[in-house]
């Protein structure tokens, strides 16, 4: 079994910025490729940013391309997400996953293709 955890969210300025992190356990945590997810209120639950495990490529929604950043630090079984620029639809729950076995690229934005899952960490963008 692998534990997620996310932390860092909060109520962030338009404008402002905000860092997630997410520690996950595991003794191979480098080969994981770490996702982050949201799912605002009424919504279903979106693709945010994944980053993979070997060469650490990332991936982000459209939405959050250019303001969003990805990245982990292995020695610390940790992944985050600095959102700069944030806006009052960035406002949602934000998941952290780990997908445990590679996948092929075309499932990387996929959260049916990611194992363990956190308990969420809101963020909240007043409008």
């Known amino acids: 079994q692998v534990q997620v955890v996310e932390s860092g969210g909060g109520l962030v300025r338009p404008g402002g910025s905000v860092r997630l992190s997410c520690v996950a356990s595991?003794?191979?945590?480098?080969?994981?490729?770490m996702g982050w997810f949201r799912q605002a209120p009424g919504k279903e639950r979106e693709f945010v940013a994944t980053i993979r495990s070997f060469g650490g490529h990332t991936y982000y929604a459209d939405s959050v391309k250019g303001r969003f950043t990805i990245s982990r630090d292995n020695a610390k079984n940790t992944v985050y997400l600095q959102m700069d620029q944030v806006k009052s639809e960035d406002t949602a729950v934000y998941y952290c996953?780990?997908?445990?076995?590679?996948?092929?690229?075309?499932?990387?934005?996929?959260?049916?293709?990611?194992?363990?899952w956190g308990q969420g960490t809101q963020v909240t963008v007043p409008g």
């Open positions: 595991g003794r191979t945590f480098n080969t994981y490729t």
């Open positions: 996953a780990a997908q445990t076995n590679r996948r092929v690229l075309s499932a990387i934005r996929l959260d049916t293709s990611y194992d363990y």
